[in-house]
């Protein structure tokens, strides 16, 4: 036995406002958040590298072939340099995870909304497949009460 199909009115009462995900995902983050987000976008970019790569070229080639009057950073100043260099890996290195992490979830709240719009799609296809059911099944009611011959008394 078939259901009836949904009017059209309870369709509506049943349907759900879009969200935007994006908006609502970066509402509910933290200035802390959104600071950490944004150093791992710039941080994370190719002119971010070349810029580490270009300064620290030059640095090198200033402090090892520039006449030593002349320079601005003797020579056990190195040292300073690769600790300064890996002490600011070792705080990028854990901000960039907290970046990815933020990006992370972003992205599972986008696929959970899509999976949602994906259910409520297929819902409202259901009903138009009921209503296109019901239609037909009309349709050939009155095509085959137009094909009966009329008895004559």
Do not use: C
């Amino acid at each position: 036995m078939k259901h009836a199909p949904l009017s059209i009115e309870e369709l509506k009462k049943q349907r759900l406002p879009v969200k935007n995900i994006n908006v609502e995902h970066f509402e509910k983050m933290t200035k802390i958040e959104k600071t950490a987000l944004y150093i791992t976008e710039k941080i994370g970019t190719m002119g971010f590298f070349f810029t580490l790569l270009i300064w620290t070229a030059i640095w090198l080639i200033w402090n090892t072939l520039m006449p030593a009057n002349i320079r601005f950073d003797p020579v056990p100043a190195f040292v300073l340099w690769v600790f300064i260099s890996n002490a600011l890996q070792l705080f990028l290195l854990p901000l960039l995870m907290i970046g990815q992490n933020l990006q992370n979830r972003h992205a599972e709240a986008r696929a959970e909304n899509e999976y949602k719009t994906n259910l409520k799609a297929e819902k409202e296809i259901e009903i138009i497949i009921q209503h296109l059911e019901n239609q037909n099944e009309i349709l050939v009611e009155i095509l085959n009460s137009a094909k009966k011959p009329k008895v004559k008394k």
